[in-house]
């Protein structure tokens, strides 16, 4: 079946280091984004890509960096610069800029240590 | 893209419908209303959307009224599994970079 899969579903990360959060996608979608929610907020959009080898930032980008190799991949690093990392992250692709094809994956909750 | 309000919480029985209120005074004529909802520590799902048409799928009814400033999300006979967050996003189907947000949404708690 067609998806999107987010790695791992939980990530323990200690204070000053670098880590990343896959996503990959088999649906043969153009775009791909990524969102950051805390407890009881909204989806804050930190990054997205329309297509490979360009991505722009999003409402939260800082502290955060992306990368677009290949249409099916939007790994995403955050970084020590993110001074408040710990929160649950949620990757999604889409067939172009269509609003209603998001496609989500189950997400990587991070905790900072 | 318009501004969107929702009540921050509802509760429905199960079985019963679950109507779900969004106020979007400023759309504009060529932006739709859509529906996602989260389910906890998942992603978004999309549910419905309509531009200005009422609009019915397998999984819910839009209803969008006639001057387009406020919509209601149906959910003829809701279930204890469609307790979720619920988000009305307006705007346009397709715009390069105008992506998809999502405010607070409406907390649904079915109840048996």
């Known amino acids: 079946d067609g998806g999107i899969t987010q790695s791992p579903k939980y990530l323990f990360r200690k204070e000053g280091q670098n880590v990343t959060l896959s996503c990959e996608q088999n649906?043969?979608?153009?775009?791909m984004y990524w969102y950051r929610q805390d407890p009881g907020q909204g989806l804050r959009l930190i990054y997205y890509?329309?297509?490979?080898?360009?991505?722009q930032k999003g409402d939260i980008a800082e502290g955060y960096s992306v990368s677009r190799e290949k249409k099916e991949s939007f790994p995403l690093t955050v970084t020590s610069a993110q001074k408040n990392p710990t929160a649950f992250y949620l990757c999604?692709?889409?067939?172009?800029?269509?609003?209603?094809?998001?496609?989500f994956g189950s997400g990587t909750r991070l905790t900072v240590v | 893209d318009a501004k969107t309000t929702q009540p921050p919480s509802m509760d429905c029985a199960e079985g019963r419908a679950a109507n779900l209120p969004c106020n979007h005074s400023?759309?504009?004529?060529?932006?739709?209303v859509y529906w996602y909802r989260q389910i906890h520590s998942q992603g978004p799902q999309y549910i419905i959307h309509?531009?200005?048409n009422n609009e019915t799928n397998e999984m819910a009814s839009l209803i969008i009224t006639e001057d387009r400033k406020s919509s209601t999300l149906i959910l003829p006979h809701a279930t204890l599994r469609d307790t979720a967050v619920y988000y009305c996003?307006?705007?346009?189907?397709?715009?390069?970079?105008?992506?998809?947000?999502f405010g607070g949404g409406t907390r649904l708690m079915v109840k048996p």
């Open positions: 999604a692709s889409s067939m172009s800029l269509r609003a209603d094809g998001y496609t």
């Open positions: 649906l043969n979608h153009d775009a």
């Open positions: 890509s329309q297509i490979v080898n360009d991505f």
């Open positions: 400023t759309i504009s004529g060529n932006e739709y």
């Open positions: 309509g531009l200005k």
């Open positions: 996003i307006v705007r346009v189907a397709s715009n390069a970079g105008n992506m998809l947000t």
